[in-house]
Nanobody
Framework: QVQLVESGGGLVQAGGSLRLSCAASGRTFSGIVMGWFRQAPGKEREFVAWINWNSGTTYQADSVKGRSTISRDNAKKTVYLEMNSLKLEDTAVYYC?????????????????WGQGTHVTVSS
């Protein structure tokens, strides 16, 4: 079992920045893939980024590429999502997820464990 707790959401002005954190606990993290997804009101859950816990390899969705960074702190068992140049359309609930098998995926149904989500609201 893996437990995930997100934090760092809130109200941010357009053009601003934020850093979301996902603290993980539970089973060993060797080989695990961590992902960030988001869901805006009335929309489907959308992939944002993933990171391979072992290698540190990352991938971001086109919608955030160039203005986001996903990273991890092994000692703290924490994954971060930093986003800059925030846009109104970044407003959503952001979820952290963990995938047991070491094959990265952008599909939310490939992930086994989920946090409760943290709200991000970007205002004009």
């Amino acid at each position: 079992q893996v437990q995930l707790v997100e934090s760092g959401g809130g109200l941010v002005q357009a053009g601003g920045s934020l850093r979301l954190s996902c603290a993980a606990s539970g089973r060993t993290f060797s080989g695990i893939v961590m992902g960030w997804f988001r869901q805006a009101p009335g929309k489907e859950r959308e992939f944002v980024a993933w990171i391979n816990w072992n290698s540190g390899t990352t991938y971001q969705a086109d919608s955030v590429k160039g203005r986001s960074t996903i990273s991890r702190d092994n000692a703290k068992k924490t994954v971060y999502l930093e986003m800059n140049s925030l846009k109104l359309e970044d407003t959503a609930v952001y979820y952290c997820a963990a995938k047991s098998r070491p094959f990265p995926s952008t599909r939310y149904d490939d992930y086994d464990y989920w946090g409760q989500g943290t709200h991000v609201t970007v205002s004009s």
